[in-house]
Antibody, heavy 121, light 107 residues
Framework: EVQLVESGGGLVQPGGSLRLSCAAS????????MSWVRQAPGKGLEWVAN????????YYVDSVKGRFTISRDNAKNSLYLQMNSLRAEDTAVYYC??????????????WGQGTLVTVSS | VIWMTQSPSLLSASTGDRVIISCRMS??????LAWYQQKPGKAPELLIY???TLQSGVPSRFSGSGSGTDFTLTISCLQSEDFATYYC?????????FGQGTKVEIK
């Protein structure tokens, strides 16, 4: 059974940092692109970042470029999102999702339960 | 950036109704489109990928069509468990983008 479990969310002050983790199980983690998607309270979904199977390609939404870093550890079956210089508008539930097993990114077929990040003083 | 216009944003319907949700792209994306369902407090669930391919385990009353710039999600006979919010997503190019969402509520 595919499982994705996020952790690391919480309350942080503006300008602060947080590192989210996603523990994957039930599939060959190293064979898949992985995604982070967020959802602000009461709002729609927003794609945040993708990372290729071997970490050689990373893509970000413009609003987080230079502040967030997506990474993975295939030996630990884990995905990460390092978030720096956090702003109030980064407040959201952050979802980890399994993406494509192909050479290019695609749709997200499995999602974690999400972890809430609140940026507030 | 590929912009997406999803409509309607709110749809009131009754059990048994046929429901159609539209997603229009600012530029052609071939068939690189997915549809998701999200219920309150839950993670999104994949319904359809490649514009018209039903994800395993998804009921056949859900169907997707379209290519290029215009896409639709159809629920042929709305069931009580289908009242939720639906999102389209393009994965043709980065940044990937989602539609604004369509909330299907009980009439």
């Amino acid at each position: 059974e595919v499982q994705l479990v996020e952790s690391g969310g919480g309350l942080v002050q503006p300008g602060g940092s947080l590192r989210l983790s996603c523990a994957a199980s039930g599939f060959t983690f190293s064979s898949y692109w992985m995604s982070w998607v967020r959802q602000a309270p009461g709002k729609g979904l927003e794609w945040v970042a993708n990372i290729k199977q071997d970490g050689s390609e990373k893509y970000y939404v413009d609003s987080v470029k230079g502040r967030f870093t997506i990474s993975r550890d295939n030996a630990k079956n884990s995905l990460y999102l390092q978030m720096n210089s956090l702003r109030a508008e980064d407040t959201a539930v952050y979802y980890c999702a399994r993406d494509s097993a192909e050479a290019v990114a695609g749709w997200d077929d499995y999602w974690g339960q999400g972890t809430l990040v609140t940026v507030s003083s | 950036v590929i912009w997406m216009t999803q409509s309607p944003s709110l749809l009131s319907a009754s059990t048994g109704d046929r429901v159609i949700i539209s997603c229009r792209m600012s530029q052609g994306i071939s068939s690189y489109l997915a549809w998701y369902q999200q219920k309150p407090g839950k993670a999104p669930e994949l319904l359809i990928y490649a514009a018209s391919t039903l994800q395993s385990g998804v009921p056949s009353r859900f169907s997707g069509s379209g290519s290029g710039t215009d896409f639709t999600l159809t629920i042929s006979c709305l069931q009580s468990e289908d009242f939720a919010t639906y999102y389209c997503q393009q994965y043709y190019s980065f940044p990937q983008t989602f539609g604004q969402g369509t909330k299907v509520e009980i009439k």
